[in-house]
């Protein structure tokens, strides 16, 4: 168990899923962790980094007063729900206009993550909404915080991690089919090619 996270502890993680035989990744869905994009990158050159819109969102809203959030969601909205990139970036600079002198900061984060936000526009909105979020892996994590912070404290990592073990055994037999992967299949086999597992070689 590793006491920080940066771009050495994120290269270890990724080069790790190499040596257990993940050979490539098509999408990664990351949520702004510092050194992680750089890390995948570097061991799957050809992966598309996407930026998790919802964390981005919440980040965002974490600049706006609670008053304004309800008026404010519906431009951050527009964005990412644009019919494509273009007309995302059109979207991004009238959120500006409106909002821009108010929350600086809010368009300078999604500029700043921009080449991460407008990958899944290659997608379907449908599929889209399967990328740009990580729901199974929210819910997942929810569940092992929970775990965690109700036994306080472990006598050493061994403890922990058989712990998280049994948590997320206990989770897969929860777990049902709840997305429709079919579209996604056929619009990913097309974009990635011989690449995508069962496409024609």
């Not at 006491?3 to 990744?25: H, P």
């Not at 009238?94 to 407008?118: S, T």
């Not at 290659?122 to 997942?140: C, D, H, Q, S, W």
Request: with cysteine; aromatic share 12%; net charge positive.
């Amino acid at each position: 168990i590793e006491q920080t996270e940066g771009a050495k502890f994120w290269l270890k993680v990724v080069n790790d899923l190499k040596t257990r035989g993940v050979n490539d990744i098509l999408i990664a869905v990351v949520d702004g962790l510092k050194g992680f994009p750089e890390a995948i990158a570097s061991v799957y050159p050809q992966t598309v980094v996407q930026t998790c819109i919802v964390h981005l969102i919440r980040n965002s809203l974490a600049f706006v007063a609670w008053k304004n959030r309800k008026a404010i969601l519906p431009a951050i909205k527009a964005i990412y729900r644009a019919e494509n990139a273009d007309m995302a970036l059109v979207r991004l600079e009238e959120f500006e206009d409106e909002w821009g002198k108010r929350y600086p900061a809010i368009g300078q984060a999604w500029r700043r993550a921009w080449e991460q936000v407008v990958p899944f526009f290659a997608f379907a909105p449908g599929v889209r909404k399967m990328i740009y979020t990580t729901n199974a892996v929210e819910a997942l994590h929810r569940s092992l915080r929970k775990i965690i912070k109700t036994r306080g404290s472990f006598p050493n990592d061994d403890a922990a991690l058989k712990l998280l073990y049994l948590a997320i055994k206990n989770a897969g037999l929860r777990w049902r089919r709840g997305v429709e992967w079919t579209a996604a299949m056929g619009q990913f086999a097309i974009q990635f090619g011989s690449r995508f597992p069962g496409s024609a070689r």
